[in-house]
């Protein structure tokens, strides 16, 4: 049964881990997130999809989520020692695949090319594509300004309200023109089954159904599409979602997030703690799926694969 999965970061990787462990990885595809990408210190880094590679082929720090396990901060510590920039934390094994991936970007290589050889350098056999190779950058609008995503998300501790996003080109003013990189509409037209991960709808998907195509291929399915709630009692476990839920949708409930993707799941994965929301989900149309949503260790992250892969009865 071959899976595309719509994932963000942190959360995405975490749900994904669980996935691998039921399905052969030759089976997944996974479009990530690339409106979060940023150049710093003359490298492109990927933070969504580099969480992605991390977490699944071991990598990664546990603990953060993000960055590499058994990490090093010297290039930074010199970056410091000179007065740069070192608000954003890079690492010196994560900087390791800055300096080989932007070389292959200045190089002219596809971002969805070299990511081929990296998935693979990292032992991994799934398909891990960017959602674009073209720029697609996120932008943050708050009552303090606007900002690039990690401007905001790091550098601000993300504590400004969020007024609206915008998905801009490279230079942060015209319009993206991104369209989806090669494979990333077939892999959505020949799934068996659409995923959509346990991120925040606004920073994490959003910005893949921006590029031009996707959320046309993701309309038009054939075949069911499941989305997994980030929310556990109307909270996100970290990070900002459900502060952006209350005041861009006007509330936290699993309804609230099954809005966010209208017209695009026929199923939603939600806590237990969500419970009463049933019915409002069922309202519009999307079937939910209560179950346990927290995903604390191996078995846990399995259960809620199991529960995703099952959400409409077709499978498993
Ligand atoms: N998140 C932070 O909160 N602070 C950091 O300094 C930081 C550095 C970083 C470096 C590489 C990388 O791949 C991710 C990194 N992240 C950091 C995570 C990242 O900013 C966010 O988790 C995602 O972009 C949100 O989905």
């Known amino acids: 049964m071959k899976v595309t999965v719509l994932s963000g970061g942190v959360g995405g990787a975490r749900f994904l881990r669980g996935l691998i462990d039921v399905l052969p990885q030759s089976d997944i595809t996974v479009i990530g997130n690339v409106g979060d990408d940023l150049e710093l210190l003359g490298l492109h880094i990927s933070p969504d999809i580099d969480t992605v590679l991390y977490t699944l082929s071991g990598a990664g720090d546990a603990e953060r989520g993000w960055g590499r396990a058994d990490e090093a901060w010297r290039a930074l510590d010199t970056v410091a020692q000179l007065g740069g920039d ?3 934390l890079l690492g010196d094994r994560d900087i390791g695949l800055h ?3 932007t070389e292959a970007l200045r190089k002219g290589e596809p971002l969805s090319s070299v990511m081929v050889r990296i998935t693979r350098g990292f032992g991994l056999d799934l398909t891990l594509l960017p959602a674009t190779d073209g720029a697609l950058r996120t932008w943050v609008d708050t009552p303090a300004g606007s900002f690039p995503f990690q401007q905001w998300f790091v550098a601000r501790r993300h504590e400004d309200d969020v007024d609206g996003l915008r998905y801009l080109a490279a230079d942060g003013v015209s319009p993206h023109a991104a369209t989806a990189a090669p494979g990333v509409l077939e892999a959505i037209a020949s799934a068996d089954l659409l995923l959509i991960t346990p991120s925040n709808p606004y920073v994490s998907i959003e910005p893949i159904l921006a590029v031009a195509g996707i959320r046309e291929a993701v309309r038009a399915r054939t075949v069911p599409c499941v989305a ?11 990070g900002p979602a459900d502060r952006m839920l209350t005041r861009l949708a006007g509330g936290t409930s699993a309804a609230h997030v099954a809005g966010c993707y209208t017209g695009l799941i026929d199923a939603l994965v939600l806590d237990e703690e969500d419970a009463d929301d049933t019915s409002a989900v069922a309202a519009l149309g999307v079937r939910p799926v209560v179950t346990r949503t927290l995903m604390r260790d191996p078995a846990t992250r399995r259960a809620l694969a199991e529960a995703a892969l099952g959400a409409t009865g077709s499978v498993l």
């Open 228 to 238: 997994v709630s980030p929310l556990i009692g109307g909270k996100a476990i970290k």
């Open 99 to 101: 300096l080989y991936r």
């Open 86 to 88: 070192t608000w954003f």
